[in-house]
């Protein structure tokens, strides 16, 4: 029988509902575990055990009422240290904003809370999100980084601390720590989910993610954070299918999936690209390779143009008030923002457009991008967080990504296949998603077989 820190959200919600355990019965798996292992790992910014039982007993108590029920009712979730909460201090990885205490939350505390969810606490983020590393490490391996920006909320799903977390990418935030730590990560389409009370980088660039350790984990808490907002200037109101009727739904045809040769497919370590390699020749015909576009090579550039330029003047108070309390790892890049020009500003949101018609021709054709999630296996902690080069490309054009727990590195770290799906198809994303991981199975299990057989003969 599975420990209690170990069920789904789904199915611990399914048990919490029929009263077959409490959410005090959760939680306090889920503190036990933290207290087992966070003293290494170090992946709570902000913790406080007695709220988060105090929070989970007020749940027991509405649904022994008949009280309504969320989505996410009695379940723990992490939320990372960018991401403001009204009685837990939200201080953005930077020594600058110690204590910092927010008057409200973000909207997606806000939509957690409306579902039912226990917040455990704040996750440890790198400074201000970018590239300055945080305590954390790799839970499969402490020697290693969990990746970054969103390092606490990766390890803390992958420690089995909770069940869910959420966190940001700008960059690569989300598909690559989630990779590194072997959880499922999912980035949505740019404008579904608010960013209102979330740290801003980029205002172009930043958007909400969430960690999971399962598919269907994934696409209901994307579905419980989704939803318009006004205040949010990316947010539109055209309704969105669910993300999780999407992942239990099979698709009415397999889908045709494209792999692009990408202009820096040279930094794969090589169990990666021996990896992928055998997901590709498992997909077999539904998969069409095609060589890289000339303007993935000017997307990098462009991205780093856009973050940086709004980075440094969304940054601005920090830059003139307390530029001794950022890091040599922060400074150059706020030095090369308020340098660049409003025309080079100008040219790379141009870009935008350009890739957006490009992508309109893609999934027309193609249901899905399969790609890498990262180079490879997490690198040492003091190499960094990683490189973030395989998730720039839909950032910047704001596409809905998924990251698989699918392979493993030369030293049996995890590494994740990433899937990039077309603009507000999120739901058919996971459908696909759902499809590929079967599929996979189906050609993992089918060659073992040829392998016995052959070992036999």
């Known amino acids: 029988m599975s420990a209690l820190w170990e069920l789904t959200s789904i199915e611990a919600a399914r048990q919490i509902r029929a009263g077959i355990i409490s959410s005090q019965d959760l939680v306090s798996a889920c503190i036990a575990r933290i207290g087992e292992s966070d003293d290494d790992i170090h992946a709570w910014r902000h913790f406080d055990p007695d709220k988060a039982l105090a929070d989970a007993l007020a749940r027991d108590e509405l649904r022994r009422h008949g009280g309504a029920l969320g989505a996410l009712h009695g379940i723990p979730v992490g939320v990372k240290d960018i991401i403001d909460t009204d009685d837990m201090p939200t201080e953005l990885g930077s020594p600058i904003h110690r204590g910092r205490a927010p008057q409200a939350n973000a909207a997606v505390v806000d939509k957690l809370l409306e579902a039912g969810a226990v917040i455990m606490g704040k996750t440890m983020t790198t400074e201000f999100a970018f ?35 959420i966190g940001s990418q700008t960059n690569g935030s989300t598909i690559r720590p989630a990779s590194f730590c072997g959880v499922f990560g999912f980035k949505p389409t740019r404008g579904m989910i608010s960013r209102r009370g979330l740290l801003e980088t980029s205002r172009t660039l930043d958007q909400v993610g969430v960690f999971a350790r399962s598919l269907e984990d994934a696409a209901s808490l994307s579905d419980v954070l989704s939803g318009y907002d006004p205040a949010d200037c990316m947010s539109f109101l055209r309704a969105r299918p669910s993300a999780l009727t999407g992942v239990r739904d099979d698709p009415p045809v397999e889908p045709n999936l494209v792999w692009f040769a990408l202009p820096f497919v040279d ?191």
């Open 131 to 165: 590239l300055h590393p945080a305590d954390t490490v790799n839970p499969h391996n402490p020697a290693h980084s969990p990746g970054g920006s969103s390092s606490g909320s990766a390890a803390a799903v992958a420690a089995g601390h909770v069940p869910l977390a």
């Open 267 to 457: 930094r794969l370590s090589p169990a990666s690209r021996e990896g992928l390699a055998e997901v590709l020749e498992c997909l077999g015909p539904r998969v069409k390779k095609f060589p890289s576009p000339s303007s993935f090579a000017d997307v990098v550039h462009h991205q780093q143009v856009i973050h940086e330029y709004e980075m440094a003047r969304a940054l601005q108070t920090e830059v003139d008030d307390h530029w001794d309390l950022i890091s040599d790892s922060l400074q150059p890049a706020l030095q090369r923002g308020l340098a660049r020009s409003d025309d080079e500003y100008a040219q790379a949101l141009a870009m935008m457009q350009t890739m957006e018609d490009f992508y309109t021709e893609v999934f027309n054709e193609y249901d899905a991008i399969v790609a890498p999630s990262a180079a490879g296996e997490a690198p040492l902690k003091e190499a960094g967080t990683g490189d973030p080069i395989f998730s720039t490309l839909w950032t910047f054009s704001g596409l809905p990504a998924l990251t698989l727990p699918l392979l493993v590195g030369e030293t049996d770290l995890p590494v994740g296949v990433q899937l990039v799906g077309a603009p507000e198809g999120d739901d058919k994303l996971f459908r696909t998603a759902a499809w590929f991981t079967r599929h996979l199975d189906a050609g993992a299990d089918e060659f073992c077989d040829d392998a016995m057989q052959r070992a036999e003969s």
